[in-house]
């Protein structure tokens, strides 16, 4: 068989998976807090391809035997930050964090929130409302923690919050603060829909609470989503190409098996 | 089953109701008490796959195992904005407006209660009687402050709005009357139920909501010739619509895509 018609068969398979991500990314760029995906291809185990001499076989060289899709790793890069002026909007400024010293590297701020079964999850989505019993909560209704891991009781839309993320009530009284967790190694986050992100690394790196009274949220804006859309777009476009390009390999593949079968074989 | 042309394709039917909610809010922009609502979205589900079997073949990963496909974007439930709409006089003696976002009047159809924004009162002649009964435009009766539907003499003269909330009918040949406009703060916007012709409802009877802290019955600020104006932003929506129909077309242009790369599979073998 020929060595490369399964590689092109993969190659195929993988950049459908790409055009797949794209989409999604496409369809999430109004999502509040959306984080791009990107893809990283991999190549399946290569091959050592060796020429058969009389007696001592001779070396060619490696032949890769297809790729795949292997991961799609969301990128936590800032969104642009958008005012809309309502009370129960919060957007997460990562620049407002102290920069480790050895890498230069920033970590990443989250909001924490409680799911129907008790469990806690992470978002970047700033865009809460308040529940029918006065709770902080996302659109879908989970409720928001506050830094003590309990439900934040704001009793309507008209509190207000200091960039610490610390909530008065309207009529003056104290709610707690906002759970802004801060987290080194977001590649752990994995997106499980609903703008919802659980912590999949070991649990003793789970985000932990940022340092007290910083000013990492904003009240009455929201971070839009982080898709580039011109980007997507092209790369898109290339992804089809790609996906052509392959196509095409296939059908010379196919070519030359005609050949062989049907004019090598001829008597 | 093709992921790329359902993921679209959803998106596409999510992003029609946003379009369709800005649509909504440019219609009654000349609404009086006209409340906005803001579609909100959020990714859909995903797919989860899983491609080699084992994590030692997974060498050189930065996230967990398995690869993440996402369905496309989803909207939440529409919010309404409850925010405050500007003032507009109007000289008109049944026109009231309310002066803080959480104010609502106290309406009523029949047994159903309800609440409004839109102060733009009526007088209609009660048959077989020679007063007048206070409705809002769609014809519900105007509650005041006892919760009883509101009556005034058939042939007032004048209207006028006093400091303690109390509104003066005065007559021509007899002594003046007085009622309040029943009014409520509601506690909980976000429990308040688009009942259609500008009304909101609330869930269970209004002793049951002021008994759990929902709404308050009580006398809440208000501008007497006065109409609140809707509070839709007429710049934001048309900003939002152009934003939300461009990535409209480009759900159209995944799906096309998704098309053509099926028609490559097709053709294969030609």
Known sequence: MFRGLYTATSGMMSQNRYQQVLTNNLANASTPGFKTDDSAVRSFPDQLIKAQNANQPAPIGHLSTGVYLQEAIPSFLQGPIRETGNATDFALLDEKLAADPETGERGHLLFAVETADGDVRYTRNGQFTVDAQGFLATSFGQRVLGDNLQPLQVGDSEFSADDSGAITREDGTVAGNLWIGVTEDAGQLVKQGHNLLAWEGDPDDAPALAADGERYAQQGFIEQSNVDLTRTMTDMMTAYRGFESNQKVIQAYDRSMEKAVNEIGRV | ?270
Not at chain 2, 30 to 53: I, P
Not at chain 2, 132 to 143: C, I, K, N, R
Not at chain 2, 252 to 263: F, P, W
């Open chain 2, 1 to 270: 089953m093709n992921i790329q042309m359902n993921t679209a394709s959803s998106t596409m039917r999510e992003l029609q109701k946003k379009i369709d909610s800005i649509a909504n809010n440019v219609a009654n922009v000349n609404t009086h008490g006209y409340k906005k609502q803001e579609a909100n979205f959020s990714d859909a589900l995903l797919y989860s796959v899983t491609k080699q079997a084992g994590t030692a073949n997974e060498i050189g990963r930065t996230t967990p195992n398995g690869l993440r496909i996402g369905g496309g974007a989803l909207i939440s439930e529409g919010i309404t904005r409850h925010s405050q709409g500007s003032l507009q006089e109007t000289g008109r003696e049944l026109d009231f407006a309310l002066q803080s976002p959480n104010a609502y009047f106290r309406i009523a159809n029949g047994e159903e209660n309800y609440y409004t924004r839109n102060g733009s009162f009526q007088a209609e002649a009660i048959p077989e009687s020679d007063r007048l009964a206070l409705t809002t435009a769609s014809g519900d009766s105007v509650l005041g402050a006892d919760g009883l539907p509101i009556t005034i003499g058939a042939g007032y003269s004048e209207m006028s709005l006093g400091n303690d909330g109390l509104v003066t009918v005065s007559y021509d040949n007899q002594p003046p009357e007085t009622f309040q406009l029943g009014t409520a703060k509601i506690i909980r916007p976000a429990l308040l139920e688009n009942a259609g012709d500008n009304r909101y409802r609330l869930p269970g009877t209004q002793a049951e909501q002021a008994a759990a802290g929902v709404v308050e019955l009580i006398d809440m600020p208000m501008s007497h010739r006065f109409l609140e104006t809707s509070n839709v932003d007429m710049a934001a929506e048309m900003t939002e619509l152009i934003a939300t129909q461009r990535l409209f077309q480009s759900q159209g242009r995944a799906i096309s895509y998704a098309d053509d790369m099926m028609g490559l599979v097709n053709t294969m073998k030609s």
